[in-house]
């Protein structure tokens, strides 16, 4: 089992910025993918961006050039810094682990909520 714990959110002005971390524990597969979801009312949830532990990224076209994932291996670990953020940017965020040797499930945390006004 592995867990979650996100921290990070709140509400922000549009233009204004927000780092989100997702501390990950328990049964920790050394190679990894880390990452962070969205979902707002009546949308499909989306990848915003992930992170292997060897580095490879990977973002949503929406957001490119605005948000930057970044990790903490040793800390195991994953960081959100999102900038110039706008209204449509508002959703819950929920963090995901998934181990990349063997199978094993998708993680999921509990969420926190990113809401950017006008």
């Known amino acids: 089992q592995v867990q979650l714990v996100e921290s990070g959110g709140g509400l922000v002005q549009a233009g204004g910025s927000l780092r989100l971390s997702c501390a990950a524990s328990?049964?920790?597969?050394?190679?990894?993918?880390m990452g962070w979801y969205r979902q707002s009312p009546g949308k499909q949830r989306e990848l915003v961006a992930s992170?292997?532990?060897?580095?490879?990224?990977n973002y949503a076209d929406s957001v490119k050039g605005r948000f930057t994932i970044s990790r903490d291996n040793a800390k195991n670990t994953v960081y959100l810094q999102m900038n110039s953020l706008k209204p449509e940017d508002t959703a819950i965020y929920v963090c995901?682990?998934?181990?990349?040797?063997?199978?094993?499930?998708?993680?999921w945390g509990q969420g926190t909520q990113v809401t950017v006004s006008s």
């Open positions: 995901n682990y998934r181990q990349l040797v063997s199978w094993g499930p998708d993680y």
């Open positions: 328990g049964s920790i597969v050394r190679i990894n993918v």
């Open positions: 992170l292997t532990s060897g580095g490879s990224t």
